[in-house]
């Protein structure tokens, strides 16, 4: 390998790095919410949070 290269390789090596790690975060990111989005939409996960949400709104002083 010639210097002219080596002195290329360092300078440019790990261009768009950056930007490649930010497209795996956001797709891992896109993942997490769609999973969320399936528990959350369960019936189960909605009845509990219908009755946390009646508990709290029938509190009597």
């Known amino acids: 390998m010639t210097q002219r290269i080596r ?3 360092k300078a440019h090596g790990e261009a768009g ?3 490649a790690e930010y497209a795996v975060g956001t797709v891992a990111a896109v993942a997490f919410a769609g999973l969320l989005l399936a528990i959350v ?3 189960a996960v909605r009845a509990a949070l ?3 949400i009646t508990s709290a709104l029938n509190v009597t002083t």
């Open 7 to 9: 002195t290329f390789l």
């Open 17 to 19: 790095m950056t930007t």
């Open 41 to 43: 939409r369960s019936d």
């Open 50 to 52: 219908t009755g946390i």
